[in-house]
């Protein structure tokens, strides 16, 4: 059966991002008055050109990565201006000692304090740091409520005793962990502790403790879905992958949907690397792989679903 688009979207304030009519009522909530359509982005980034370090940078320009002239360098106007179609965004900078890559917390807490109607700020703290335990603590003063971590740039076995020592005591205090649980194409970049698999174990020693698996752990995708499957508390975002890597991106989402974890997914853009919208275009546009074949088509409305999910809640955040 080939895939039928009931495609009937409403357009509002000149943005293309309002949930279809068979949505359901809850995604809109309604802020100073005005009503606006729910968009969590749960995966931005802020950081300068510098402080992406020079590894990520060379990687971007040499178009191995698939992003060459991509504009890494985001400033805190650039990126409020990329985050004016969503009601709420996460952001963060990346820290790894590996790879040369720092964004000051302080950063993103300034930035986050200006806009506390809008702007979620998470730290990024790298394991193998110093005091990642005191860098956690001052996190917290600076109003930062959750951790952006990655055992791919930071080069750490996310079950080796550092990261357990972060892990142990961001359960405790309640903060969200956030992780590239996926593959990078920078040459030194370690692939054997990229696989989400590795937070079975998390998320059975640290139980209340809430992980979002970025990327949708591609290409494990498959592994991503069993980690969202099996753990109430563990989640997977959708950024990058769809746009980038759309048949990865379908594959993922047709089994999320045919496992019935749909509601596990995340909305996320990875701005710089993507914006809102075309995060949106590309989940609506998914089933295109279906048409005319006898493969799944993952429903518009959990696709909508998706976009317009309240992801703070999930996550503890509101
Ligand atoms: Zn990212």
Redesign the pocket.
């Given at each position: 059966m080939p895939c039928v688009s009931t495609c009937g979207n409403l357009y509002v304030r000149d943005t293309h991002i309002a949930p279809k009519r068979h949505g359901t009522h809850s995604h809109v909530a309604c802020h100073g008055g005005m009503d606006t359509i729910m968009i969590i982005d749960v995966?931005?980034?802020l950081s300068t050109r510098e402080q992406w370090g020079k590894a990520f940078g060379e990687v971007m320009d040499s178009g191995v990565s698939g992003h060459a002239s991509m504009d890494l360098e985001v400033t805190p106007e650039r990126h409020w201006k990329a985050v004016g179609p969503a009601s709420r965004a996460i952001v963060f900078g990346?820290n790894s000692i590996a790879l040369g890559m720092h964004t000051p917390d302080e950063a993103i807490a300034d930035y986050a304090a200006a806009h506390p109607e809008k702007i979620i700020g998470f730290m990024s703290v790298d394991p193998n740091s110093p005091e990642p335990l005191a860098q956690i603590d001052r996190g917290i003063d600076m109003g930062l409520k959750g951790i952006k971590m990655s055992p791919v740039y930071q080069h750490y076995d996310p079950n080796g005793d550092e990261a357990r020592k972060v892990h142990e005591r961001a359960e405790r205090l309640g903060l969200v962990i956030l992780t590239?649980a996926a593959f990078h194409c920078i040459a030194r970049t370690p692939m054997q502790w990229a696989n989400p698999l590795h937070y079975d174990r998390v998320a059975r020693d640290f139980p209340e403790l809430k992980i979002i698996l970025?990327?949708i752990g591609l290409p494990w995708h498959t592994d991503a879905m069993v980690m969202i499957r099996k753990h109430a508390n563990v989640f997977a975002d959708i950024?990058?992958g769809v746009l980038y890597r759309p048949w990865w991106g379908y594959q993922a989402l047709a089994e999320c949907h045919e496992n019935s974890v749909m509601h596990k997914l995340l909305f996320?853009s990875?701005f710089p690397?993507c914006t809102i919208q075309q995060t949106i275009e590309a989940l609506r546009g998914v089933n295109r792989f279906a048409a005319g074949t006898g493969m799944p088509c993952i429903p518009d409305d959990q696709i909508e679903d998706l976009i317009h999910r309240d992801a703070l809640s999930l996550l503890g955040l509101t």
């Open positions: 995966h931005t980034h990346i590239h970025a990327h950024s990058g996320g990875d690397l």
